[in-house]
């Protein structure tokens, strides 16, 4: 055996020098560098994004667009303004399946709804883009004190928008206020209360950090009233009722930036003065997409109509219903469709932007708030002032309780289709069942809706699922 | 007289006693650069001497040893040699090695089984053929994709269990080049080998175990495939013309309730829900449609019979030294949908070898092109031929204009109006160039170039759009994807053969270098002056750029190889391999991989030739080695930010791109395997069986997450380890071999098991709801079904908790496991004279969803399966399906998810199918003078025995169309 292993060695000079050959080619190639790669130039770190102001603004603005195409609010038919009209006594679906509005409509939603679970992964998607914000500017040296102030502001602002919704459609849920994943993918249900202490929290700071002007032109960012509606709005449904009338006035005191304009035709176009906040269109042209959604032109309609019970409301010279609404004919069938936003189509330049944050709100917040805590004279004042722009007389309520019930009333005809407002009034005044438990599909347990099942089933701490599902 | 050393002209046919033999190699013993081959019609002409002796030799035959004896006309019988197929090489990848010395698991296919198959793909062709080897179509569009997986699935991550490809040594990315909103008709991902000719493959090899697939390191852990194109054969210039006609029609359909049936569970629906007013939406039953029309949908949208056209052109021929191939083919395919739509594939292949007269330089060159264009229906009619109330409206209106039935419906046809339409353009070179050092010493390179570029859009114009709505182009819309792939490879390697004494040894070393680079971009366009200017993205009023990135990948490798075999008997192969890849963070990018194999053929003792005489061939191997796993995409491990399509006040935003997690590493797999290889009676039976038992750890997974987190995953290395074992059998008998007629059948088993062996902190894990510790990881939990309530007609669940309510996270403890438990083929091959009849059949036992997965709640505004007639009505009822609901019964609705999530919903889905028949003729030589001819007649999927609830039962993507059937006449003409 040795003999043979000699003899090769000796047979195989040339081999062995090949080989020793590659090994050298090997080991100059070799350096690691070889599969080190740039980084790719579609994308940029984390930490560049936040030492330019265009780029951390980019960042910001981002969220909005993300509202607009995929948020809770979103214009769309998978917007609570469609769904949730759908779900209490604003809309009728004629679109049928299960992907559609027509399981809101019948209130029989299960917790695999795919636009239940793509609503919730949205909003924290939007919502850990915020925590990102907030990171990045707390970590950034270039960006200058007073833009920190405006992005840290306006991303508490959308972290607190977000959880807003998320507590009053589901409940308990988690308020999520870190990047970290390996924390949020163990999140635990926060109570309803603690989750609003969390929301209120994040939007006082926000008020102090947003400047009282708009960064932007036609009010598409942010300020410091918006976050003000927002917390108003949030005192009015926790019971808050001075904190929700003080919040609204700080608004409402705003005189130089909100001015009430009586004209109807005003209010959903894009330079309204009664504005607080609204989302940029797409591009230039592009008009809303509730616009998109609910004008329909010949019938049966494609996807919703507005429902006899909303249009039957409407008291006879209520100029909302003709300014609002409009009727469409096949000549036997009669349909109604939401016409606060006139445009459908493109246009030349855009003429509406999708309102979040209205003045009349405001009032109507305000007069709540005023009823409820005995100021009945300044609760009607507030109220009276929507009613006469409708073309409405002075209200006949006369005590606290029956005010109260003129201005959900109130609300109802002003608010529809607008994300919801009419389904959260029903539910935080304890009219829900009353309202709409003649609804086939509803149950009393229907007050919210179900969490993702996807989310249970891959957060075993999530635990439990809403009542009923 | 002539002189015994003069030159004469010598010629004569070869044959294997009935047909001639073409290419067969012919050399004049002793003489270099003597050696002609036969042509077509199996003749020969060389100039020999009257003394010479010829060599006469072919594979699959016995070399013939032929004295010229002072003929002119020499002609030569050769006797069919078995074993000599012991004797083909057989392709590893980096090295070839002799079928009978190979220590790893390398399962064959070559282009004579390939060629009876009327397939476009070529995984098409391998189906049931392969044991361990298990392929399903995923849809019956043409250009669609299928789902290969060699030995089980081994990673968690779904789109982590492809093998590498290797085209004549040119790794072919299999990473995606479709997008989900331009490739809607074809569900997953586009097959890479719809690039590839089947036609153009001369071998097809699977490397499995370990032993085999070391050498490939990191990319080897899900098995690899090699596929080895045509070349040229020296000899007579030959051109061969394959033609063929072939028609495709849906397999099985799902039986469906009649307009009757229908209409009665509709009515029962409502009732049941407590409506007497039937709702203003319900066109079906409120009297807005007729109540009694009925139409077969599934007929009427996927009834229809697709086209298949093909035609290939060969020309091969060139001498010893120099031999070329290049070949042509167009194919084109039409859809079982209505409307025109067509699948049109063409290619070049082209291959080129020269070498050198003292045989120590040898290049070779092989690149291929193909073009392929789709277009399809902007989505599959399938799911909507199921769904559509069978007494919905006609079709089209007394003008032959669509009906639109005043709004009430959404005209299926109305869908052809929008366009999934492709194009895809690639191109794969390699060159292989080899010196000889010295002896038994060889410097290798291979040089290779992929360009693959593809095109895909999905158009929806406003025509599709009832026109009472009043669309115009303003509405239409189309998305956009471009895809530009280039790779590029260098691998130089080492190769020293010695043999000293008893021993052999062989080296293989060598190197990688290796650069890809993907450039995408994805745009969305609305709003067009004009219908016709879909295309145009400047006549767009709102273009919009989704994405415009370019990934790099660069992977870099140093691989070797020992091989000593001692005595011709014991046979030791040593792998390893050193991979770094950029896909890992810093720090992460290189790991080791390596197996050793042996072999022992023990047949060869003397102990067993002595005694044991009908033992042909007897062989004991077995192989322990890792590979690894890298598919994961680039650039996960950073932390970055990229534009997110939308514009906000004029700004295009910048959103968070992923969770990112820096410390991800490489998978890694451990495979052994042992097997047993025996032939007897002079190799006409041949048994294989092998054992093999990979385990795949430290498993990189896109770890699912709730959404709280902000993403639905992250990259992220789990503690798990998964096992897959199993037994393949193969098994190859020449039961009849007469000089006119030949039978053979092979059959080939698989036995698979799947495992995961252990997932610390499973229960906290997203896992929790998809994984068992102990069970394989293609099982599903489900909910246990305990019939129907009989009071409340509504299907009831085991309350696993007993919480006394059902939920999806805590209630599914009933696994069931989705990957088949064995499957195989059978294929018989008869031959007399000129004909041949080829049958193949294939058997899986596997489990599967039935149609209760995927109708949704019986009673809806959608049709159901004709067995669903059978539900509740009234209490005391004993009814198979739950009662109907109109879609307000939220219980029941409920109820019927939980069904469909269920054991009820899981059925046997095994079944034997004859998946292919071929037969062919070649015409007797005298009828053709000038060519040689042939016909065939094959077929593909003709039959299926199977007692499954629901469509076809190999298919697993429910609610697509499923494979077809396809018969095809076909015509061969060489001369």
């Given at each position: 055996?040795?003999?043979?292993?000699y003899?090769?060695?000796?047979?195989?000079?040339?081999?062995?020098?090949?080989?020793?050959?590659v090994?050298?080619?090997?080991?100059?190639f070799s350096?690691?560098?070889?599969?080190?790669?740039?980084?790719?130039?579609?994308?940029?770190?984390?930490?560049a994004?936040f030492?330019?102001?265009?780029?951390?603004?980019?960042?910001?603005?981002?969220?909005?667009?993300?509202?607009?195409?995929?948020?809770?609010?979103?214009?769309?038919?998978?917007?609570?303004?469609?769904?949730?009209g759908n779900?209490?006594?604003?809309?009728?679906?004629?679109?049928?399946?299960?992907?559609?509005?027509?399981?809101?409509?019948?209130?029989?939603?299960?917790?695999?709804?795919?636009?239940i679970?793509s609503?919730?992964?949205?909003?924290?998607?939007?919502?850990?883009?915020?925590?990102?914000?907030?990171?990045g500017?707390d970590?950034?040296?270039?960006?200058?004190?007073?833009?920190?102030?405006?992005?840290?502001?306006?991303?508490?602002?959308?972290?607190?928008?977000?959880?807003?919704?998320?507590?009053?459609i589901?409940?308990?849920?988690p308020y999520?206020?870190?990047?970290?994943?390996k924390?949020?993918?163990?999140?635990?249900?926060?109570t309803?209360?603690?989750?609003?202490?969390k929301?209120?929290?994040?939007?006082?700071v926000?008020i102090d950090?947003?400047?009282?002007?708009?960064v932007?032109?036609?009010?598409?960012r942010?300020?410091?009233?918006?976050?003000?509606?927002?917390?108003?709005?949030?005192y009015?449904?926790?019971?808050?009722?001075?904190?929700?009338?003080?919040?609204?006035?700080?608004?409402l005191n705003?005189?130089?930036?909100?001015?009430?304009?009586e004209?109807?035709?005003?209010?959903?176009l894009?330079?309204?003065?009664?504005?607080?906040?609204q989302?940029?269109?797409?591009?230039?042209?592009?008009?809303?997409?509730e616009?998109m959604?609910?004008i329909?032109?010949?019938?049966?309609?494609p996807?919703?109509?507005?429902?006899?019970?909303?249009?039957s409301?409407?008291?006879?010279?209520?100029?909302?219903?003709?300014?609002?609404?409009?009727?469409?004919?096949?000549?036997?069938?009669?349909?109604?469709?939401?016409?606060?936003?006139?445009?459908?189509?493109?246009?030349?330049?855009?003429?509406?932007?999708?309102?979040?944050?209205?003045?009349?709100?405001?009032?109507?917040?305000?007069?709540?708030?005023?009823?409820?805590?005995g100021?009945?004279?300044?609760?009607?004042?507030?109220?009276?002032?929507?009613r006469?722009?409708?073309?409405?007389?002075?209200?006949?309520?006369?005590n606290?309780?029956?005010?109260?019930?003129?201005?959900?009333?109130?609300?109802?005809l002003?608010?529809?289709t607008?994300?919801?407002q009419?389904?959260?009034d029903?539910?935080?005044?304890?009219?829900?069942d009353?309202?709409?438990?003649?609804?086939?599909?509803?149950?009393?347990?229907?007050s919210?809706?179900?969490?993702?099942?996807s989310?249970?089933?891959?957060?075993?701490?999530?635990?439990?699922q809403?009542?009923?599902y | 007289?002539?002189?015994?050393?003069?030159?004469?002209?010598?010629?004569?046919?070869?044959?294997?006693?009935?047909?001639?033999?073409?290419g067969v190699?012919?050399?004049?013993?002793?003489?270099?650069?003597?050696?002609?081959?036969?042509?077509?019609?199996?003749q020969?002409?060389l100039?020999?001497t009257?003394?010479?002796t010829?060599?006469?030799?072919?594979?699959?035959?016995?070399?013939?040893?032929v004295?010229?004896?002072?003929r002119?006309?020499?002609?030569?019988?050769?006797q069919?040699?078995?074993?000599?197929?012991?004797?083909?090489?057989?392709?590893?990848?980096?090295?070839?090695?002799?079928e009978?010395?190979?220590?790893?698991?390398?399962?064959?296919?070559?282009s004579?089984d390939?060629?009876?198959?009327?397939?476009?793909?070529?995984?098409?062709a391998?189906?049931?053929r392969?044991?361990?080897v298990s392929?399903?179509?995923?849809?019956?569009?043409?250009?669609?994709?299928f789902?290969?997986?060699?030995?089980?699935?081994?990673?968690?991550?779904?789109?982590g269990?492809?093998?590498?490809?290797?085209?004549?040594?040119?790794?072919?990315?299999?990473?995606p080049?479709?997008?989900?909103?331009?490739?809607t008709?074809?569900?997953?991902e586009?097959?890479?080998l719809?690039?590839?000719?089947?036609?153009?493959i001369?071998?097809?090899e699977?490397l499995?175990?370990a032993?085999?697939?070391?050498?490939?390191?990191s990319?080897?852990?899900?098995?690899?495939?090699?596929?080895t194109?045509?070349?040229?054969?020296?000899?007579?210039?030959?051109?061969?013309?394959?033609t063929?006609?072939a028609?495709g029609t849906?397999?099985?359909m799902?039986?469906?309730?009649?307009?009757?049936?229908?209409?009665k569970?509709r009515?029962?629906a409502?009732a049941?829900?407590?409506?007497?007013?039937?709702?203003?939406?319900a066109?079906?039953v409120?009297?807005?449609?007729?109540?009694?029309?009925?139409?077969?949908?599934?007929?009427?949208?996927?009834?229809?019979t697709?086209d298949?056209?093909?035609m290939?052109?060969?020309v091969?021929g060139?001498?010893?030294?120099t031999?070329?191939?290049?070949?042509?083919?167009?194919?084109?395919?039409?859809?079982v949908?209505?409307g025109?739509?067509?699948?049109?594939?063409?290619?070049a292949?082209?291959?080129?070898?020269?070498k050198?007269?003292?045989?120590k330089?040898?290049?070779?060159?092989?690149?291929?092109?193909?073009?392929?264009?789709?277009?399809?229906?902007?989505?599959?009619?399938?799911?909507?031929?199921?769904?559509?109330?069978p007494?919905?409206?006609?079709?089209?209106?007394?003008q032959?204009?669509?009906?639109?039935?005043n709004?009430?419906?959404?005209?299926p046809?109305?869908?052809?109006?929008?366009?999934?339409?492709?194009?895809?353009?690639?191109?794969?070179?390699s060159?292989?160039?080899?010196?000889?050092?010295?002896?038994?010493?060889e410097?290798?390179?291979?040089?290779?170039?992929?360009?693959?570029?593809s095109?895909?859009?999905?158009?929806a114009?406003?025509?599709?759009y009832?026109?009472?709505?009043n669309?115009?182009?303003?509405?239409?819309?189309?998305?956009?994807?471009t895809?530009?792939?280039?790779?590029?490879i260098?691998e130089?390697?080492?190769?020293?053969?010695?043999?000293?004494?008893?021993s052999?040894i062989?080296?293989?070393?060598?190197?990688t270098?290796?650069?890809q680079?993907?450039?995408?971009?994805?745009?969305?366009?609305?709003?067009?002056?004009?219908?016709?200017?879909?295309?145009?993205?400047?006549?767009?009023?709102?273009?919009?750029?989704e994405?415009?990135?370019?990934?790099?990948?660069?992977?870099?490798?140093?691989?070797?190889r020992?091989?000593?075999?001692?005595?011709?008997?014991?046979?030791?192969?040593?792998?390893?391999?050193?991979?770094?890849?950029?896909r890992f963070?810093?720090g992460?990018?290189f790991?080791?991989f390596g197996?050793?194999?042996?072999?022992?053929?023990?047949?060869?003792?003397?102990?067993i030739?002595?005694?044991v005489?009908?033992?042909?061939?007897?062989?004991?191997?077995?192989?322990?080695?890792?590979t690894?796993n890298?598919?994961?995409?680039?650039?996960?491990?950073?932390?970055?930010?990229?534009?997110?399509?939308?514009?906000?006040?004029?700004?295009?935003g910048?959103?968070p791109?992923?969770?990112?997690?820096p410390?991800?590493?490489?998978?890694?797999?451990?495979k052994?395997?042992?097997?047993?290889?025996?032939?007897?009676?002079?190799?006409?039976?041949?048994?294989?069986?092998a054992?093999?038992?990979?385990r795949?750890?430290?498993?990189l997974?896109?770890?699912?997450?709730?959404?709280?987190t902000?993403?639905?995953?992250?990259?992220?290395?789990?503690?798990?380890?998964?096992?897959n074992?199993?037994?393949?059998?193969?098994?190859r008998?020449?039961?009849?071999?007469k000089?006119?007629?030949?039978?053979?059948?092979?059959?080939?088993?698989?036995?698979?098991?799947?495992?995961l062996?252990?997932?610390?902190?499973?229960?906290?894990?997203?896992?929790?709801?998809?994984y068992v510790i102990?069970?394989?990881?293609?099982?599903?939990?489900?909910?246990?079904?305990t019939?129907?309530?009989?009071?409340t007609?509504?299907?009831?669940?085991?309350?696993?908790?007993?919480?006394?309510?059902?939920?999806?996270?805590d209630d599914?403890?009933?696994?069931?496991?989705?990957?088949?438990?064995?499957f195989?083929?059978?294929?018989?091959?008869?031959?007399?004279?000129?004909?041949?009849?080829d049958?193949?059949?294939?058997?899986?036992k596997?489990?599967?969803?039935?149609?209760?997965?995927?109708?949704?709640?019986?009673?809806?505004f959608r049709?159901?399966p004709?067995e669903?007639?059978?539900s509740?009505t009234?209490?005391?009822?004993?009814a198979?399906y739950?009662?109907?609901?109109?879609?307000?019964?939220?219980e029941?609705?409920?109820a019927?998810?939980?069904?469909?999530?269920?054991?009820a919903?899981?059925s046997?889905?095994?079944y034997?199918?004859?998946?292919?028949?071929?037969?062919?003729?070649?015409?007797?030589q005298e009828?053709?003078k000038?060519?040689?001819?042939?016909?065939?007649?094959?077929?593909?999927?003709i039959?299926t025995?199977?007692s499954?609830k629901g469509?076809?039962?190999?298919?697993r993507?429910?609610?697509?169309?499923?494979p077809?059937?396809?018969?095809?006449?076909?015509?061969?003409?060489?001369?």
């Amino acid at each position: 055996m040795n003999q043979e292993i000699y003899i090769f060695v000796k047979r195989n000079k040339t081999m062995l020098f090949s080989a020793w050959l590659v090994a050298l080619c090997g080991i100059l190639f070799s350096c690691d560098s070889f599969v080190d790669t740039d980084q790719p130039n579609s994308q940029l770190t984390s930490s560049a994004v936040f030492e330019s102001k265009a780029t951390a603004e980019a960042a910001m603005t981002d969220i909005y667009a993300q509202i607009r195409e995929n948020g809770i609010i979103t214009g769309k038919l998978s917007g609570i303004g469609n769904l949730m009209g759908n779900y209490s006594d604003e809309l009728i679906a004629y679109e049928t399946g299960s992907y559609s509005s027509e399981p809101f409509y019948n209130n029989s939603i299960l917790a695999s709804n795919a636009l239940i679970s793509s609503m919730w992964n949205s909003a924290y998607n939007q919502i850990y883009a915020a925590n990102a914000v907030i990171n990045g500017v707390d970590n950034s040296i270039a960006l200058a004190v007073a833009d920190k102030s405006q992005l840290k502001g306006e991303a508490l602002f959308v972290r607190a928008l977000n959880h807003f919704y998320l507590v009053n459609i589901f409940g308990d849920v988690p308020y999520v206020a870190t990047t970290d994943y390996k924390a949020n993918s163990v999140a635990t249900r926060m109570t309803t209360i603690e989750v609003y202490n969390k929301v209120i929290a994040d939007l006082k700071v926000a008020i102090d950090l947003l400047p009282q002007d708009y960064v932007s032109a036609n009010r598409v960012r942010p300020n410091k009233a918006t976050a003000q509606a927002l917390l108003a709005r949030v005192y009015l449904y926790t019971g808050a009722w001075s904190e929700a009338s003080n919040m609204a006035s700080a608004v409402l005191n705003n005189e130089s930036l909100y001015v009430w304009d009586e004209n109807l035709d005003n209010i959903f176009l894009k330079e309204s003065t009664t504005t607080i906040w609204q989302l940029a269109p797409a591009y230039e042209g592009h008009n809303t997409e509730e616009g998109m959604v609910f004008i329909f032109s010949s019938g049966p309609p494609p996807t919703v109509a507005l429902t006899n019970e909303l249009m039957s409301s409407f008291t006879a010279g209520d100029l909302r219903k003709s300014h609002w609404t409009l009727a469409v004919t096949d000549g036997t069938d009669t349909w109604y469709h939401a016409f606060k936003y006139k445009e459908k189509t493109d246009t030349g330049a855009t003429t509406e932007y999708s309102i979040i944050f209205r003045l009349a709100e405001q009032y109507l917040i305000r007069a709540e708030a005023r009823a409820q805590q005995g100021d009945l004279i300044g609760a009607k004042e507030d109220l009276n002032k929507i009613r006469h722009t409708a073309g409405l007389t002075d209200t006949s309520a006369d005590n606290a309780s029956d005010i109260v019930d003129a201005i959900i009333k109130e609300r109802r005809l002003e608010f529809f289709t607008e994300h919801g407002q009419r389904f959260f009034d029903l539910k935080r005044t304890g009219k829900l069942d009353a309202v709409i438990g003649n609804k086939l599909g509803w149950n009393s347990s229907d007050s919210l809706w179900p969490l993702p099942q996807s989310e249970l089933q891959v957060n075993p701490y999530l635990k439990p699922q809403n009542p009923g599902y | 007289m002539q002189s015994p050393h003069q030159q004469n002209q010598i010629n004569g046919t070869v044959t294997d006693g009935t047909n001639p033999l073409t290419g067969v190699t012919i050399s004049i013993k002793g003489k270099r650069n003597s050696t002609v081959s036969s042509d077509f019609n199996g003749q020969y002409i060389l100039s020999a001497t009257a003394t010479d002796t010829l060599l006469v030799s072919f594979i699959g035959f016995k070399t013939a040893i032929v004295p010229i004896s002072g003929r002119k006309i020499v002609n030569v019988q050769l006797q069919e040699d078995i074993t000599s197929l012991q004797e083909v090489r057989v392709n590893a990848g980096y090295y070839t090695v002799k079928e009978s010395e190979r220590t790893g698991s390398i399962a064959k296919i070559s282009s004579k089984d390939i060629e009876k198959q009327p397939v476009t793909n070529i995984l098409a062709a391998m189906q049931g053929r392969m044991a361990g080897v298990s392929i399903t179509q995923e849809t019956g569009v043409p250009g669609g994709g299928f789902n290969i997986n060699i030995r089980g699935v081994n990673s968690l991550r779904t789109d982590g269990n492809a093998p590498l490809y290797i085209i004549d040594g040119v790794p072919y990315s299999s990473d995606p080049i479709s997008y989900r909103q331009t490739s809607t008709t074809i569900p997953g991902e586009s097959n890479p080998l719809n690039s590839i000719n089947p036609s153009d493959i001369e071998n097809l090899e699977i490397l499995k175990d370990a032993d085999a697939t070391a050498i490939y390191g990191s990319r080897g852990a899900n098995g690899v495939v090699l596929i080895t194109t045509k070349k040229g054969k020296a000899g007579v210039t030959s051109f061969t013309i394959n033609t063929s006609h072939a028609t495709g029609t849906v397999t099985r359909m799902l039986d469906m309730m009649n307009t009757q049936q229908y209409l009665k569970m509709r009515r029962q629906a409502f009732a049941n829900d407590g409506i007497t007013t039937y709702p203003s939406n319900a066109y079906d039953v409120n009297g807005r449609w007729d109540q009694n029309r009925y139409t077969d949908w599934q007929k009427e949208l996927t009834g229809g019979t697709a086209d298949i056209l093909s035609m290939q052109g060969t020309v091969s021929g060139g001498s010893e030294q120099t031999r070329f191939l290049l070949s042509g083919n167009y194919r084109t395919e039409s859809t079982v949908f209505p409307g025109d739509f067509l699948y049109k594939k063409g290619g070049a292949h082209l291959s080129l070898d020269h070498k050198s007269e003292s045989n120590k330089f040898r290049i070779s060159f092989s690149g291929g092109y193909t073009a392929q264009k789709n277009d399809l229906p902007w989505t599959d009619l399938t799911l909507l031929s199921r769904n559509l109330a069978p007494n919905a409206p006609a079709l089209y209106d007394a003008q032959g204009n669509l009906n639109w039935e005043n709004s009430t419906w959404q005209n299926p046809l109305s869908n052809l109006e929008g366009k999934n339409r492709s194009e895809t353009y690639d191109l794969v070179a390699s060159t292989l160039m080899t010196f000889q050092l010295a002896k038994g010493i060889e410097f290798k390179s291979s040089f290779g170039f992929t360009d693959l570029s593809s095109d895909a859009s999905r158009t929806a114009p406003s025509t599709m759009y009832n026109p009472a709505y009043n669309y115009g182009s303003e509405y239409s819309s189309i998305f956009k994807n471009t895809l530009g792939r280039q790779s590029w490879i260098v691998e130089p390697q080492l190769n020293w053969h010695s043999a000293f004494g008893r021993s052999e040894i062989d080296v293989l070393l060598g190197s990688t270098f290796q650069n890809q680079q993907t450039k995408t971009r994805i745009e969305e366009a609305s709003g067009f002056t004009s219908n016709s200017l879909i295309y145009d993205l400047t006549s767009a009023s709102y273009l919009s750029v989704e994405s415009d990135e370019m990934l790099v990948y660069k992977y870099q490798a140093f691989y070797g190889r020992f091989n000593y075999t001692f005595s011709n008997k014991y046979i030791l192969n040593l792998t390893g391999r050193r991979d770094g890849s950029s896909r890992f963070g810093p720090g992460k990018q290189f790991a080791n991989f390596g197996a050793i194999g042996a072999a022992w053929l023990f047949y060869r003792e003397k102990w067993i030739e002595n005694n044991v005489s009908f033992l042909s061939f007897g062989k004991l191997r077995g192989s322990y080695g890792t590979t690894g796993n890298d598919q994961i995409g680039d650039y996960q491990f950073l932390d970055t930010y990229s534009s997110s399509g939308y514009e906000y006040q004029g700004v295009h935003g910048l959103q968070p791109l992923r969770l990112y997690n820096p410390n991800f590493g490489w998978e890694t797999n451990k495979k052994l395997e042992a097997a047993f290889e025996l032939g007897f009676l002079k190799d006409r039976v041949m048994l294989t069986t092998a054992w093999y038992q990979n385990r795949s750890s430290n498993q990189l997974v896109g770890l699912p997450l709730p959404g709280t987190t902000g993403f639905t995953t992250i990259q992220s290395n789990l503690d798990a380890t998964v096992q897959n074992n199993g037994l393949e059998i193969t098994l190859r008998t020449i039961n009849i071999q007469k000089p006119n007629f030949n039978w053979t059948t092979s059959f080939n088993l698989s036995v698979a098991k799947n495992k995961l062996l252990s997932f610390p902190g499973l229960e906290g894990s997203p896992y929790k709801n998809d994984y068992v510790i102990g069970q394989p990881i293609t099982i599903r939990k489900l909910f246990h079904s305990t019939g129907i309530n009989p009071q409340t007609g509504i299907y009831e669940f085991a309350d696993i908790n007993g919480d006394g309510q059902i939920s999806y996270a805590d209630d599914r403890e009933t696994v069931r496991n989705f990957s088949p438990k064995y499957f195989g083929g059978l294929h018989n091959q008869f031959t007399y004279k000129g004909w041949q009849l080829d049958f193949l059949f294939q058997f899986v036992k596997q489990l599967n969803f039935n149609f209760a997965s995927t109708q949704g709640y019986a009673g809806t505004f959608r049709n159901q399966p004709a067995e669903i007639v059978n539900s509740w009505t009234q209490p005391g009822d004993n009814a198979q399906y739950q009662i109907y609901t109109s879609g307000v019964n939220q219980e029941a609705m409920q109820a019927s998810e939980y069904y469909a999530e269920s054991d009820a919903a899981v059925s046997d889905a095994s079944y034997i199918r004859l998946k292919n028949i071929s037969l062919s003729y070649d015409l007797p030589q005298e009828w053709l003078k000038i060519m040689h001819c042939k016909i065939s007649l094959q077929a593909q999927n003709i039959f299926t025995i199977t007692s499954y609830k629901g469509a076809d039962p190999e298919f697993r993507e429910a609610g697509f169309l499923p494979p077809l059937r396809i018969v095809s006449a076909g015509f061969q003409f060489t001369f």
